[in-house]
């Protein structure tokens, strides 16, 4: 069974930090690109970083560039996202996804992603 499950969600302070982590099982994803997504309350689930499998590509949404960084160990077939300078508006469920089509590049829009994860919470406080 493929599984993706995130962790290091949590309550932080406005300004403060926290690194999530997306641990797969099941398959290898070595090969694919994987994303970040968030989803607030009421909100459609929006894009916020996604990598290739070599990380030689990196994409970011604009709110988040300069305070995330994505990246990867494919040794542990996880990926990872360093969340700096949170803002209560970065509150929301994050998911990690895997694009499995491979070798196409990065997309931003969630229907290019076959694996979900069940999600994490992050709630900036103000």
């Known amino acids: 069974q493929v599984q993706l499950v995130e962790s290091g969600g949590g309550l932080v302070q406005a300004g403060g930090s926290l690194r999530l982590s997306c641990a797969a099982s099941g398959r290898t994803f070595s090969r694919d690109a994987m994303g970040w997504f968030r989803q607030a309350p009421g909100k459609e689930r929006e894009f916020v970083a996604a990598?290739?499998?070599?990380?030689?590509?990196?994409d970011y949404a604009d709110s988040v560039k300069g305070r995330f960084t994505i990246s990867r160990d494919n040794a542990k077939n996880t990926v990872y996202l360093q969340m700096n300078g949170l803002k209560p508006e970065d509150s929301a469920v994050y998911y990690c996804?895997?694009?499995?089509?491979?070798?196409?590049?990065?997309?931003?829009?969630?229907?290019?992603?076959?694996?979900w994860g069940q999600g994490t919470q992050v709630t900036v406080s103000s």
């Open positions: 990598i290739t499998w070599s990380g030689g590509i990196i």
């Open positions: 996804a895997a694009d499995i089509r491979r070798g196409v590049g990065l997309f931003r829009s969630p229907r290019f992603y076959e694996y």
